[in-house]
């Protein structure tokens, strides 16, 4: 059995929504060889991150960077992580009221130093969710979920 972990932050309800998405796609009945584990930052820890065989972040864009509920998480688990998850899978989704290009390069340039592996092109939703946004995050849950099925990541 693989683990992927979910991990977001939210205020607004929408990276919310976006999470829930991504792990309703991660548990889809065609994926039975992957536990899904869907977190708030501020619950999850070390011991989460050490469980995972793969990683999806889930930041809003505050400011043109990650929102201090993931960059916490990140702190916290950045040097007790180290040489611990060297080449972990991961990516990203964002709901971004600009562009998302600055939470997106901040989380690359934090992940290179755990370090981890980038599988993907990263989700940004921008502005307002849509019904197209919500059935990306299912279909990225579903895709990171059965390339770890596959043991492509």
């Known amino acids: ?27 889809a009945a065609e994926i039975d060889g992957v536990e899904a ?9 070390l011991s989460d991150l050490l469980w995972a065989d793969g990683v999806i972040f889930g930041s809003p864009e505050n400011f043109g960077y990650l929102s201090g ?8 688990t950045f040097y007790p992580a180290q040489g611990l998850v060297d080449g972990l899978p991961y990516t990203a989704f964002v709901s971004a009221g600009n562009d998302g290009t600055g939470a997106i390069r901040a989380l690359r340039r934090i992940a290179s ?29 579903m895709t990171v979920a059965a390339g770890l099925e596959l043991g492509i990541f």
């Not at 693989?2 to 939210?10: A, E, F, P």
């Not at 584990?37 to 820890?45: H, S």
């Not at 755990?114 to 299912?138: C, M, V």
């Open 1 to 27: 059995m693989k683990h992927l972990l979910i991990v977001y932050h939210s205020q607004s309800c929408r990276t919310e929504a976006l999470a829930h998405a991504v792990w309703r796609g991660a548990t």
């Open 113 to 141: 130093g755990y370090p981890l592996k980038e599988i993907g092109e990263p989700l940004i939703a921008r502005g307002e969710l849509s019904d197209a946004d919500l059935t990306a995050a299912t279909e990225l849950g």
């Open 37 to 45: 584990r869907l977190l708030w930052a501020v619950q999850a820890d």
């Open 69 to 76: 509920g993931m960059k916490d998480f990140l702190d916290r």
